[in-house]
């Protein structure tokens, strides 16, 4: 009881609460703008209150982080540009709705969506935390393996009509995510004497060109001149009837759950999570041919998704001292310099202040409501009135500017400039992007695992199979690719 | 003659600049992602160092290469003291060991070490071994027996292992991982069977009895870890390898300035906050300046280039 007292009146002081507040607006910006993503603003903003009270400076990473992984979804949704690239597969459904003239739907979906999956992760962190943690010690590089190749299995629901262009498509961000020094050898691949690709090709250079530019390009070829849109956009809000928002039940809990799994892994991420709750709403649906035509369950998983990560993300960071994702080393960081040493003391040794982190995980979540619903969603939703003369080069400083920002240097503007060429002519040959990203991300996370896995077996294969942990994620990656096949099967047969 | 006297003018102001220095923002280059041990370090002395030299200090990570990117980067900026570099040893005396890098430790202007640490090599509480002797033993008398986990191919820590295990015939299976929060978590996990890299990640599971370190790579013991051994107490003094941190300049930069970060450095490097900061990650403070901090790179760098030769990694 008293600890509970401790930990609301550090919380619901002044300064905890304003950081809170306006970081999670702030966090709502950031996500929105392509470019611009939430750990550069965490790791901006967090020196500058070191001499600060810890809660205001945990606060506003809170808000950063739950606001921006909801703000990327505005973008996604009006422009079809991703403003994080945990928000790729809010694009698929929330895109084709505005075009149907449900932009402010899916906004609202989202914004409902996001504050509900952040909700359930909180709550997974202040409860069953430390003993997730510790079931995540049982993941070894074979389960790591396994992880990723359930994930790029999940490629098959961005199949589009042309299954042979997707594949090709994946096999493409495979041949991107091996550029660079390869970490279990120190040999460097593919960079060609450069120093700067050493470090591989960064995501969210390449993810900015590739997703933001060829909808830029698509604006300015519409060639609107003309000055802005007289005929305002309906922002009253939408009444999603109940019956809409009780079918929604089942996708949340579902992607709360993909996202807390997900989340609790160090190394996996939003992106991953948002992923694996799309394909899951989609494979588990009646009607499976309607996602990716502005199906509304679709933006319901992937911000529902995205968002039941970031807390499960700190459940290592906090209990078991190994940050899973930059934002957790971050916050780790932060709390080591205001004294506190990382591991599975740490909620002993300072109670209050990491017991009033998880609440302010569960407020900012709870913000967005506020935050991103009626204030925020109305502003960008004005980005639909801009012509395209204003809108295009609006677009293209604020994604060069954020590029240039990440190591700042001016070779990313042009691999950013590369990549949405290259992003622009594919979606005209009807190739797929979705999975050229998937790729990037999950094979290296595959290669590294494997062969981890197999340094440590001696060049051993099996043992990629017989640990039990590795069987089980074996076994569920075939049924992911063969489930859709017998219910296509079955449904022939029908 | 109007333009003339104009230039003269900024001429006049601008002689003065030196003994204002500085003048505005100075950029610091970190060569590791946001977060990590050498940001937290840095960006805590950046605060401290922001009230002694009254400029605001703007900070840039650039990680990958196991640090030479960020180097290589930071290695175009003008020699105007206005632009530093804080990394951890890593970058400078191993990294150009085990890739082709364009630069050598003599490619900067040293201005002042700050921080150092040893790295350790622990075990699960049922490895049979009791002290830093047993524990060589064991690994002897088992070549290819056990795996431990480090930071990386070819990394400092790899290094510091190798360098202990190559005087004692010893042959282990590295395993390479991400960072030694990466490494910590395939230990308990019993994925490795020995966690190998810096001291704090491990020190809360010492405390609880989930690790045992008996081995730490400094010559002297360390106070936070009683049962780990000292190179010296191995009779290995000479072999000590240390995870530290510097802030170094442009190559070229004025003398002046150099001096004036340097006093800068040594007196919020001793601040009594930042020498607690640094106990929190068992860090202590260790501030060489000038020609002493070239000589020491130079040392270490010539000290790995043998381990990293013996072990084939050499470029």
């Not at chain 1, 001149?225 to 109940?242: I, M, N, Q, R």
């Not at chain 1, 999570?273 to 369950?297: H, M, Q, R």
């Not at chain 2, 690790?211 to 790579?217: F, G, H, N, P, S």
Request: glycine share 12%; aromatic share 8%; charged share 15%.
């Amino acid at each position: 009881m008293e600890l509970i007292s401790q930990i609301f009146g550090g919380v619901f002081a002044f300064g905890p609460i304003a950081a809170m507040i306006s970081a999670s607006i702030l966090g709502v910006f950031i996500g929105a703008l392509p470019g611009l993503n939430p750990v550069m603003a965490i790791a901006l903003l967090l020196p500058l209150t070191y001499s600060m009270e810890p809660l205001v400076a945990l606060g506003m990473v809170a808000g950063i982080y739950n606001g921006s992984m909801y703000g990327g979804a505005i973008p996604a949704i009006l422009l079809r540009i991703p403003g994080t690239p945990a928000a790729i597969a809010t694009t698929f459904d929330g895109f084709p709705m505005a075009q149907r003239g449900e932009a402010s739907r899916a906004l609202k979906i989202a914004c409902w969506s996001s504050a509900i999956g952040g909700t359930a992760s909180a709550i997974a962190l202040m409860t069953i935390g430390p003993v997730l943690a510790r079931a995540t010690l049982y993941f070894g590089p074979a389960e790591y393996f396994w992880v990723a190749m359930f994930g790029m299995a999940s490629i098959g629901v961005m199949v589009g009509k042309d299954a042979v262009k997707s594949l090709m498509a994946a096999a493409f961000g495979l041949l991107l995510g091996t550029v660079g020094l390869d970490q279990l050898s120190g040999t460097p691949r593919f960079t060609f004497g450069e120093v700067w690709l050493l470090s591989g090709l960064d995501l969210i250079v390449i993810l900015v060109g590739l997703y933001a530019l060829p909808p830029v390009i698509a604006l300015a070829e519409d060639r609107d001149l003309k000055g802005l849109s007289a005929s305002a956009l309906k922002l009253e809000s939408v009444k999603v009837p109940w019956g809409e928002v009780r079918s929604m039940i089942p996708t949340w809990l579902r992607s709360s759950l993909i996202g807390i799994g997900v989340g609790i892994l160090p190394g996996a991420g939003g992106n991953i999570a948002a992923f694996l709750s799309y394909n899951a709403a989609k494979s588990t649906s009646d009607d499976p041919e309607s996602f990716g035509k502005g199906n509304p369950l679709g933006v319901a998983a992937a911000e529902c998704g995205n968002n039941a990560d970031n807390a499960a993300s700190m459940i290592p960071a906090l209990t078991l001292g190994i940050p899973g994702n930059v934002i957790a080393a971050l916050v780790l960081g932060a709390l080591m310099i205001h004294g506190l040493q990382p591991g599975p003391q740490l909620f002993h040794q300072n109670p209050g202040l990491v017991g009033g982190f998880m609440v302010q995980m569960l407020l900012t979540s709870l913000l967005i409501l506020a935050v991103g619903g009626a204030a925020a969603t109305r502003i960008f939703a004005q980005v639909q009135r801009l012509p395209g003369v204003m809108l295009v080069p609006m677009i293209l400083v604020l994604m060069a500017v954020g590029v240039y920002v990440i190591n700042g240097r001016v070779i990313d503007l042009w691999v950013m400039f590369a990549a949405g060429i290259a992003g622009y002519v594919l979606e005209k040959l009807d190739v797929p992007l979705a999975p050229i990203v998937l790729g990037l991300i999950l094979g290296p996370m595959a290669e590294q695992s494997v062969r981890r896995a197999l340094l440590i077996s001696r060049g051993d294969p099996t043992e990629l199979f017989t640990r039990p942990l590795s069987a089980v994620i074996a076994l569920a990656t075939i049924g992911l690719i063969v489930w859709p096949m017998l219910r296509a099967w079955k449904r022939r047969r029908a | 003659m109007k333009y003339l006297a104009l230039a003269l003018a900024a001429v006049a102001v601008g002689t003065p600049v030196l003994a204002e220095y500085p003048e505005r923002a100075i950029e610091v280059t970190i060569p590791a992602p946001a977060g990590g041990g050498t940001d937290t370090s840095a960006r805590k002395l950046g605060t401290l160092l922001e009230e002694e030299l009254g400029t605001s200090i703007a900070v840039l990570n650039v990680a990958g290469g196991g640090g030479s990117v960020g180097v290589t980067q930071f290695m175009m900026q003008k020699p105007n003291g206005y632009s530093l570099l804080a990394t951890w040893n890593s970058p400078i005396t191993t990294v150009p060991q085990v890739q082709q890098t364009a630069y050598q430790p003599d490619s900067f202007t040293p201005i002042a070490s700050t921080s150092e640490t040893a790295y350790t090599l622990c075990v699960k509480p049922d490895f049979p071994a009791e002290t830093g002797e047993e524990f060589l033993a064991e690994l002897a008398a088992n070549p290819g027996k056990y795996t431990y986990g480090n930071d990386g191919i070819g990394g400092t820590m790899q290094l510091a292992a190798e360098r202990i295990f190559q005087s004692e015939g010893i042959e282990a299976v590295a395993i390479p991982f991400g960072g030694a929060g990466e490494t910590l978590q395939n230990f308990l996990g019993g994925h490795v069977d020995i966690y190998g890299g810096s001291i704090s990640p491990v020190l809360p599971y010492t405390e609880s009895g989930e690790a045992k370190c008996l081995i730490v790579t400094s010559a002297a013991a360390v106070p936070a870890l009683p049962q780990a051994a000292g190179l010296e107490s191995l009779g290995m003094g000479d072999k000590e390898t240390l995870l530290w941190r510097m802030v170094l300049a442009p190559a070229g930069t004025d003398q002046a300035i150099v001096d004036r970060l340097a006093e800068a450095l040594e007196k919020t490097v001793n601040d009594p906050s930042y020498v607690e900061f640094l106990a929190t990650k068992g860090e202590v403070p260790n501030v060489v300046v000038g020609d002493a901090l070239a000589e020491r790179l130079q040392n270490e760098y010539d000290a790995l280039a043998i381990v990293a030769e013996n072990l084939g990694l050499n470029q």
